[in-house]
């Protein structure tokens, strides 16, 4: 697939869009000079629509720094028809296949029904009602009316629906028994191959039959093929058909007044032997039990919580609920599907574009240009022109219909830190340092700044040439795009809910559609209805882009959607949660880039918690993002949108609390965590990971998150972290097996929440934050809630205490204190609740540095003369300590080393100045006095004057 292709030409006949265009911006030259703060002018209009386009000043202009002979970009290939009608036609296919194998099997000629003058879409008829539970269900609850209302079949009156009723019971219904049948037998013969395999049974039973039932059933299925072979040839009466339907409700079920639940797979796997003695039942041992359940969760490789271990009915493999995206809250009635079979039943296993071949700007220019004037050559020979307008109702049409193949060739997401970026990024051009050239826009600062500039590297000395971890392609880093005709980019929204810009370089428009943010749910609901076969295949479709939907089918539902129609040289901003997506009308070349001002805050939590909800990984910690722009923040228009709730006066501010939220939450789930019966934790003290050399956050192994306050590992397996959400879903074992990881205390987490307070109160462009509404955040929880902590902490400091006063002996202070300073960690995470904690573990620490130190100075370290050893000024500092931090045993004995250094300092300097020399035997004695107590105390004893001197002298003497 190297080259575009269509089977179609323009038409000209698809009705026009009428939709409302996005408001246009033209800033004066001081208003262009500050970008984030021209935005922030007009957020309020402009967000109304979730998009915008903004002209720059006349004269502004910036070179194309990209050459067009010799820069070479991997193309994506996008089938045009199939954007909005892919799975259909995918299952479509295969139930034609099905369906016409069925009726040939069957001695049947298939002739096409009609209805109310329009030949009905079998597919479509048996889709809506196989989603509904089968005819049978359909039915009971009276949905046949819900039926035709899908296949958009007037429901005026009764009729429609009797009608619709009769010919799925004439030309489906048998069809769906013998698909049913034949699914059913499927299952059961993979789950009794799979089962022999872990346990060596010969027929496994998901539900235990009895003989007469079995009989029954296969008899009803017997009597159910040969009636309903001879119902496709004619006509039956409702009568016949109820009765029939009966009989289809029989196929292999048990018969019971409930339908059996879907078993957890613990249940079931134990069941599966009916004639297992309850003392084998007990007697699993570990082995066997991994073996007997058959494993492990296809998404996380764990193998527990049985409990919550779903099967899938078709190909038998299991499925933790909480690591299925989305998570599942309890389990289906019925059979259940895992997303795998589901998305090969929908013929929707990659939804993504294919590769296309290589080109450069010259060749994919000759290409895009010859392939527009053959696709519109009709228009064009009649001396027309070809508008924006007229190649978007060409646009539509392609993707409405879906029967005609359009493919065409799309440079999208070209990476500009590999290939280069239309902005110039070096040299004496003004553009270089614009604040309007893309490769700056992220990290802008000034009153209202970017606060994607607080993204940096948590490495010292980062071994990257481009940091991965700053660089982040797409965010920070802008993306390029080379478009032909038909091009599109589909509905999504930017990752993170970030503000993007798009600069069109040159060529031809673009042609934008945006739903704004007040309406994204609303979109999400229309896209689920409308393509339910595509959500259940790829849940996170929306994620993808990688599928459109007419705004006609938006406004049928009453969804906002607003036109942009962008030229060379325009911007377009799109705004936090908007639905965006469009196409290009020819050969062009745009830019784009991610940025966030203070008031994206609001949205930051919404979008880490979606990548939460589908179990995607996020593109960067909010948590730690957060954390430093609170410590950094210098502008009250950054703080304010970043304060807890209750120091904001303005009711429009009120989803800025993010600093006050995140503390909130992580308050809850430590306190939480301890009070399951958690009672091991330790200090994180790198930036990031749980080393210094570590250069991303960890990641919740269930969820994904970016675990950057708090963690939670066990001893089984201390490599696998979760996030404090799923602490109980990390493992089977015992909570005090687990430890607590924590980077940052609640206290840190509150001074930051007064710093930035601090900092807002000087805002003058929004209401100002009154000084005494820093008084006190709400109650820490008490540690009433939790007795068990409570008394050990009164322990603690009872023993802390005691020891830094010195009033009880201890055998071994130092290890005492290096103790419970460690023992602090347990306490230290929390909040201003455990100021007492910190202030004695400060204590602490000092106590065991000082004693170490000390102890450095009494350690035996024979060597060479005055060879890397201590100074004896730094003995004498740790002596003048008032009072002694710890009542050391060895504390007497260095005082008396120190003494006996100064003495022998002393005698050295004499020998050193006496005139003539003292005696051989004399300066002997003197060294060897000197040698001993170097042997005694690591450190130098020499003057400074003379250290290089004395060795010379005793040598020659």
Excluded at 140 to 147: A, I, L, P, Q, T
Excluded at 288 to 310: F, K, P, S
Excluded at 831 to 836: A, N, T, V, Y
């Amino acid at each position: 697939m190297g080259k575009p292709r269509a089977k179609t030409t323009a038409q000209g006949t698809y009705e026009p869009l009428n939709l409302v265009n996005v408001p246009q911006y033209t800033p004066t030259l001081e208003q262009f000079a500050d970008p984030l703060a021209f935005i922030n002018s007009i957020r309020e209009e402009a967000e109304k629509y979730g998009l915008c386009r903004i002209r720059p000043p006349a004269g502004w202009k910036p070179p194309y720094a990209i050459d067009r002979d010799t820069y070479t970009f991997r193309t994506r290939v996008q089938t045009v028809n199939e954007l909005m009608k892919r799975v259909n036609m995918g299952s479509s296919k295969q139930f034609w296949d099905e369906y016409n194998a069925f009726l040939k099997s069957n001695g049947v000629t298939h002739k096409p029904p009609v209805f109310a003058g329009l030949e009905l879409d079998l597919h479509q008829l048996y889709d809506a009602v196989e989603k509904r539970g089968g005819s049978q269900r359909v039915t009971n609850s009276k949905r046949w009316k819900e039926v035709s209302r899908v296949l958009k079949i007037s429901d005026s009156s009764t009729n429609a629906s009797f009608a619709l009723r009769q010919l799925y019971q004439k030309h489906l219904a048998s069809f769906e028994a013998g698909r049913s049948s034949k699914q059913k037998k499927g299952t059961k013969v993979a789950a009794s191959n799979k089962s022999e395999r872990a346990q060596g049974s010969k027929e496994p039973q998901r539900v235990k039959m009895s003989k007469e039932s079995k009989d029954a059933a296969a008899a009803a299925a017997a009597a159910t093929l040969d009636d309903v072979k001879d119902d496709v040839k004619q006509e039956v009466d409702l009568d016949d058909f109820d009765a029939l339907a009966g009989l289809l409700a029989l196929d292999n079920r048990v018969p019971t007044e409930v339908p059996p639940a879907k078993r957890a797979k613990l249940e079931q796997a134990l069941s599966s032997k009916p004639d297992t003695e309850p003392s084998e039942l007990m007697d699993i041992s570990e082995e066997n039990l991994e073996v007997r359940l058959d494993q492990m969760c296809e998404l996380c490789a764990q193998g527990t919580h049985e409990e919550v271990m779903i099967l899938c009915d078709k190909c038998d493999c299991g499925y933790h609920m909480y690591c299925l995206a989305p998570p599942m809250e309890e389990i289906p009635e019925g059979d259940w599907f895992c997303p795998r079979c589901i998305a090969v039943e929908k013929n929707a296993v990659d939804l993504g574009f294919l590769s296309g071949q290589d080109y450069n700007l010259r060749d994919f220019e000759r290409m895009a240009n010859d392939f527009k004037a053959k696709f519109f050559a009709p228009r064009l020979a009649a001396g027309k022109t070809v508008s924006p307008l007229d190649i978007e109702q060409e646009f539509w049409r392609i993707v409405e219909k879906g029967d005609q193949l359009v493919e065409v060739l799309y440079g999208a997401d070209l990476d500009t830190a590999v290939g280069g970026s239309g902005f110039p990024k070096q040299g004496d051009s003004p553009y270089v340092k614009s604040n309007w050239n893309l490769n700056n826009f992220p990290r802008l600062s000034g009153e209202y700044p970017s606060l994607l500039r607080h993204v940096r590297c948590p490495l010292k000395n980062c071994p990257h040439e481009v940091c991965p971890h700053v660089n982040i392609s797409g965010v920070m880093v802008p993306w390029l795009y080379v478009g032909m005709v038909f091009s599109s980019f589909c509905w999504h929204y930017e990752d993170h809910m970030f503000y993007s810009i798009n600069y069109h370089h040159w060529g031809e428009p673009k042609v934008w559609y945006c739903v704004p943010a007040d309406a994204a749910e609303a979109f999400e609901n229309v896209f689920k209805e409308v393509m339910p076969d595509l959500f259940a295949a790829q849940p996170d479709l929306l994620m993808q882009l990688v599928t459109m939907l007419t705004p006609r089918v938006l406004l049928e539902h009453g969804v906002p959607v607003y036109r942009a129609i962008q030229e060379e040289g325009d911007f377009m901003i799109t705004f936090p949660r908007s639905y965006h997506g469009g196409f290009n009308c020819g050969f062009n070349c745009a830019e784009a880039v991610n940025f966030a001002p203070p008031d994206w805050a609001r949205f930051g939590y919404t979008g880490v918690e979606r990548y939460r909800f589908f179990r995607r990984s996020s593109v960067l910690s909010l948590e730690e993002l957060l954390c430093d722009v609170a410590d950094a923040a210098e502008s009250p228009e950054e703080a304010v949108w970043v304060l807890p709730e209750d120091r904001i006066t303005d009711v429009q501010m009120l989803h800025g609390a993010e600093v006050a939220r995140m503390l909130k939450e992580e308050t809850e789930l430590r306190y939480h965590l301890v009070n399951s019966g958690v009672n091991k934790y330790k200090h994180l003290e790198c930036k990031v990971g749980l080393s210094e050399d570590a250069d991303e956050d960890l990641q919740c192994s269930i969820c994904r998150y970016y675990v950057h306050l708090g963690a939670v590992v066990c001893d089984c397996d201390p490599e696998r972290v979760a996030c404090l959400h799923h602490s109980v879903q990390l493992c089977d074992c015992a909570p005090h097996k687990r430890t607590m990881l924590w980077r940052h205390s609640l206290a840190h987490l509150e001074s930051l929440v007064h710093k930035v307070t601090a900092v807002a109160t000087r805002s003058t462009s929004v209401p100002q934050v009154a000084a005494a509404t820093m008084a006190a955040l709400p109650a820490p929880p008490s540690l009433s809630d939790c007795p068990t902590r409570a008394t050990k902490l009164q322990l603690w400091f009872e023993a802390a205490e005691s020891l830094l006063a010195q009033s009880n002996p201890s055998e071994d202070p130092l290890e005492d204190a290096r103790r419970l300073q460690e023992q602090a960690h347990e306490f230290a995470w929390g909040g201003r609740e455990m100021q007492r904690v910190f202030e004695l573990a400060a204590r602490l620490k000092a106590a065991v540095e000082w004693g170490e130190e000390l102890g450095l100075c009494l350690r035996s370290a024979p060597g060479g003369f005055g060879a890397g050893k201590l100074r004896m000024e730094r003995l004498a500092d740790l002596l003048q300590v008032q009072p002694p931090p710890l009542r050391l045993p060895q504390l007497e004995e260095a005082r008396q080393l120190h003494v006996a250094a100064l003495e022998m300092v002393g005698k050295l300097q004499e020998c050193l100045e006496t005139k003539p020399r003292p005696l051989p035997s004399v300066l002997q004695k003197l060294v060897g006095e000197a040698q001993r107590l170097q042997a005694t105390a690591p450190f130098d004893l020499s003057p400074p004057s003379s250290l290089a001197d004395c060795p010379a002298a005793f040598g020659a003497c």
